[in-house]
């Protein structure tokens, strides 16, 4: 390989080493993408290459090369390497001699989610993957939360700094939990349970387990929760005669009721955001007004907890005492990823 070809792929190189480095003897698996993004692709990643691990319990490491900039320099900002990270993911391996394809399918699935939004993910993040993290199965696995992978951590490349983003399998009411706290804080009480986040798709959900439930509530508790946004499908609201009006789908406000005392009750704002309005709490005196088309909602203590205690599973209108506002929780459709109706909630 000639200087020139070694200069033009320096990201690649860098990453490659470092995983050699970290399994020293060992030939890592490389899926490589047939067609390239560029030219018409449908993945956006170059590949995944998978590595064999002793750590924790035995299981295959995969990752990712692509969300950095793995050859030349193309963007503009000399200190960071494309989008600044590279996803890894560690499943528990079995008697299988060869890894399971289908992370190399979530991985390239997220890519597209990062590449085609422009999103990208961080330490403490969360999505859900509305449905599986395996297709086909019926794993109770079925949200991702990241953090900064343990063995790999961050490093510096010829095209800038990059950091080793581990996705780690969580149940639903796992991430519904995460969202109430620190990110990073339950997934570092979830790894004294689960050794390295290792995806077990076995596993039951962590928060049927008294003592880890303890620790979240104490942690709530303490800390309150670090998520600050919340994306609901179905919210409305309006403002008249001094009056709001807040419509919200039924299937979605039990969460919303831990995320305001963890927010607002810890003396700091929740923003909600739906295709028709948004809407912002804060704590305070008791007001309501409409600020560039975002519906302003200061609570007081009282009016808060009342609010809470109305957001139940249950479709109906709930007018509130405490506080100027009547609460219309419509019935919620659960989908999977397909769009395939799942249950009604009313």
Not at 153 to 169: I, S
Not at 258 to 286: D, I, S, T
Request: proline share 6%; hydrophobic share 40%; net charge negative.
């Amino acid at each position: 390989m000639n200087e020139g070809t070694e200069l033009e792929q320096a990201g690649f190189d860098a990453i490659s080493e470092k995983m050699k480095t970290l399994y020293p003897g060992q030939e890592g698996l490389f899926y490589s993408t047939v067609i390239p993004y560029a030219l018409g692709g449908n993945d956006p990643l170059d590949g995944v290459e998978v590595w064999k691990s002793e750590q924790g319990v035995p299981h295959w490491h995969y990752v990712t090369y692509g969300f950095t900039e793995l050859y030349e320099k193309e963007s503009d900002d000399p200190a960071v390497s494309g989008y600044g990270f590279e996803l890894t993911f560690r499943l528990k391996r079995g008697g299988e001699e060869q890894p399971p394809a289908w992370p190399v399918s979530l991985l390239q699935n997220l890519a597209r989610y990062v590449f085609s939004s422009g999103n990208v993910f961080g330490p403490g993040h969360h999505i859900d993957c509305n449905g599986p993290v395996a297709l086909k199965t019926d794993t109770k696995l079925t949200a991702l939360g990241f953090r900064v992978d343990p063995e790999l951590g961050e490093m510096d490349t010829p095209n800038g700094r990059m950091t080793f983003l581990q996705a780690a399998a969580i149940t639903g009411d796992e991430m519904d939990a995460m969202m109430c706290w620190n990110g990073e804080a339950f997934l570092a009480a979830l790894e004294k349970r689960v050794p390295l986040c290792i995806t077990d798709l076995t596993r039951a959900s962590l928060m049927e387990d008294p003592a880890f439930r303890r620790t979240w509530q104490q942690g709530v508790e303490e800390d309150g929760s670090s998520t600050s946004f919340l994306y609901l499908d179905e919210l409305g609201a309006c403002m008249a005669d001094g009056k709001v009006t807040l419509r919200l789908g039924a299937g979605h406000v039990r969460i919303l009721a831990n995320m305001l005392r963890a927010r607002v009750g810890k003396g700091r704002v929740l923003y909600l955001q739906g295709g028709e309005a948004a809407v912002r709490f804060q704590p305070g005196k008791q007001n309501a007004e409409m600020l560039q088309n975002v519906l302003v909602i200061s609570l007081p203590p009282d009016a808060l907890e009342e609010l809470c205690g109305v957001l139940n599973p249950h479709a109906g209108v709930y007018p509130l005492t405490a506080f100027p506002m009547t609460v219309e929780l419509v019935p919620t459709k659960i989908t999977d990823r397909d769009g395939n109706v799942l249950n009604v909630i009313q």
